[in-house]
């Protein structure tokens, strides 16, 4: 059974950073995409960015991009999601999930999830 482990949550002001990360205990064949979700305060969750692990794409959310990066680390299964000038409502349970893709990310499942670390972010 795959397990994600998350770390780097916490409380940031607005206009700060925060770096998350995300290491998958083990692979399976059938794993070559990773990501991040996001479910705000009495709301739903909500897609924030994925990376593909065998190839170049990656994919954000219109609400983070060019503040946010996921990065990956070559050869082994963890993640990286850089988070650039925060602001107040990225306040957020943040989780990592892993799955797979065939050519676009409409067509992804994810089947792993990570228990979620908090971001907090006060104006």
């Known amino acids: 059974q795959v397990q994600l482990v998350e770390s780097g949550g916490g409380l940031v002001q607005a206009g700060g950073s925060l770096r998350l990360s995300c290491t998958a205990t083990e692979r399976t064949s059938g794993i070559n995409l990773m990501g991040w979700f996001r479910q705000p305060p009495g709301k739903g969750r909500e897609f924030v960015a994925a990376i593909s692990l065998i190839s170049l794409p990656e994919w954000y959310s219109n609400s983070v991009l060019d503040r946010f990066t996921i990065v990956k680390d070559n050869g082994s299964d963890t993640v990286h999601l850089q988070m650039n000038s925060l602001r107040p409502e990225d306040t957020a349970v943040y989780h990592c999930?892993?799955?797979?893709?065939?050519?676009?990310?409409?067509?992804?499942?994810?089947?792993?999830w990570g228990q979620g670390t908090q971001v907090t972010v006060s104006s």
């Open positions: 999930a892993a799955g797979s893709y065939k050519n676009e990310l409409k067509d992804a499942r994810f089947d792993y």
